[in-house]
């Protein structure tokens, strides 16, 4: 299942990896796999739904995600009638210079 496509904030750092598989067994949408180096590899960051499983359970912290940021605020911001350049919390568009560029004034 895709949610939206490139808003997930999923992100492997390959070189802290162990290969452990433990974001492997946690995630519910088989978004990350071990590839044939026995190192996690991201197959598909649009089936993220950024519950935060991954890296909850990494031992290294190896995996993040900004829990709900990407696809959530996504639909809650479509639902609301906002614009997508719009903060996540306010109903005003966000000033990014006072943000320095990040995609939520929060």
Same mark, same amino acid.
Do not use: F, H
């Given at each position: 299942?895709?949610?939206?496509?490139?808003?997930?904030?999923?992100?492997?750092?390959?070189?802290? /990896?162990? *290969?452990?598989?433990? /974001?492997?067994?946690?995630? =519910?949408?088989?978004?990350?796999?071990?590839? *044939? %180096?026995? +190192? %996690?590899?991201?197959?598909?960051?649009?089936?993220?739904?950024?519950? *935060?499983? #991954?890296?909850?359970?990494? =031992?290294?912290?190896?995996?993040?995600?900004?829990?709900?940021?990407?696809?959530? %605020?996504?639909?809650?911001? %479509?639902?609301?009638? +906002?614009? =997508?350049?719009? /903060?996540? #919390?306010?109903?005003? =568009? /966000?000033?990014?210079?006072?943000?320095? *560029?990040?995609?939520?004034? #929060?």
């Amino acid at each position: 299942m895709i949610y939206l496509k490139n808003v997930a904030t999923l992100e492997l750092n390959e070189e802290k /990896c162990i *290969g452990c598989g433990m /974001c492997v067994e946690v995630c =519910p949408q088989n978004v990350i796999v071990i590839n *044939g %180096a026995n +190192r %996690a590899w991201i197959q598909n960051r649009d089936a993220c739904m950024e519950c *935060g499983a #991954c890296s909850r359970n990494c =031992p290294t912290e190896a995996v993040s995600v900004q829990v709900g940021v990407g696809c959530a %605020a996504a639909v809650i911001n %479509a639902i609301l009638g +906002r614009d =997508p350049a719009s /903060c996540s #919390c306010t109903l005003e =568009p /966000c000033d990014q210079t006072k943000s320095r *560029g990040k995609t939520s004034c #929060c």
